[in-house]
């Protein structure tokens, strides 16, 4: 299975600003996925990165808010913009293996005040 | 529509007990199962799968699955359970390996006590 380095593992920000949240794999992938996980809540897709076109986001979601960036096959970006006290989450990044399902990385712990 | 649903919000089990999460799903092609295991503060972690062949999987951790389609089911089991289980588990299903969209169980919270 690939192996995830997901980075910051945790944060508190100020409403109003941004965060980038990095997601790095160790071995060329087609597609990186962003999950987020509300507190006490299952994992909600967030959008489907494929390296050299725009995102893909599921309901919900729209660029201006979350945009990402995929420059190449092992890497990529989740920012949440103008934050609020409603974007503390957990934020994950995914790839998805042959037979493997979903690898995840460690998540981003998200608290905005 | 497809649908993962855990029954059970949470779970406590004594150390050493028996564990049966239960796990059903609504899906309209041949699916893909999965079990995850999430720690506290920490990433998902994938405890098992099932894409065909035998229903009965074997995951790490000692965990095991059963897939039952005449129910729907894909329950995940363990037959003594570790203080170092208490975790938050999520049933996942999807369409195939490849497929980028997978729907998770809303997770069974698991307390160990002593």
């Known amino acids: 299975s690939a192996v995830i380095s997901q980075k910051p593992s945790r944060d508190i920000c100020q409403r109003g600003t941004s965060l980038t949240i990095q997601c790095q794999v160790d071995s060329q992938v087609t597609m990186m996925f962003w999950y987020r996980q509300q507190p006490g809540q299952s994992l909600t897709l967030i959008a489907t990165a494929n390296q050299g076109s725009e995102a893909t986001y599921e309901s919900g979601f729209v660029i201006d808010k979350f945009p990402i960036s995929r420059p190449n096959l092992t890497f990529s970006t989740l920012t949440v913009s103008n934050m609020s006290p409603e974007d503390s989450s957990i934020y994950l990044c995914?790839?998805?293996?042959?037979?493997?399902?979903?690898?995840f990385g460690s998540g981003t712990r998200l608290t905005v005040v | 529509a497809q649908s993962v649903t855990q029954p059970d919000i949470h779970i406590t089990v004594s150390e050493g007990a028996s564990l049966e999460l239960r796990c059903n799903y609504s899906y309209g092609a041949t699916p893909y199962l999965f079990w995850y295991v999430q720690s506290p503060g920490q990433g998902l972690q994938l405890l098992l799968k099932y894409f065909s062949g035998d229903t009965l999987v074997q995951g790490i951790k000692g965990f095991e699955a059963e897939f039952k389609r005449s129910q729907s089911s894909f329950n995940l089991r363990k037959p003594s359970v570790h203080w170092s289980d208490a975790a938050e588990y999520f049933c996942a299903v999807g369409a195939s390996n490849t497929g980028n969209q997978f729907y998770f169980g809303t997770g069974t919270s698991l307390t160990v006590i002593p």
């Open positions: 995914s790839v998805m293996g042959y037979l493997d399902g979903y690898t």
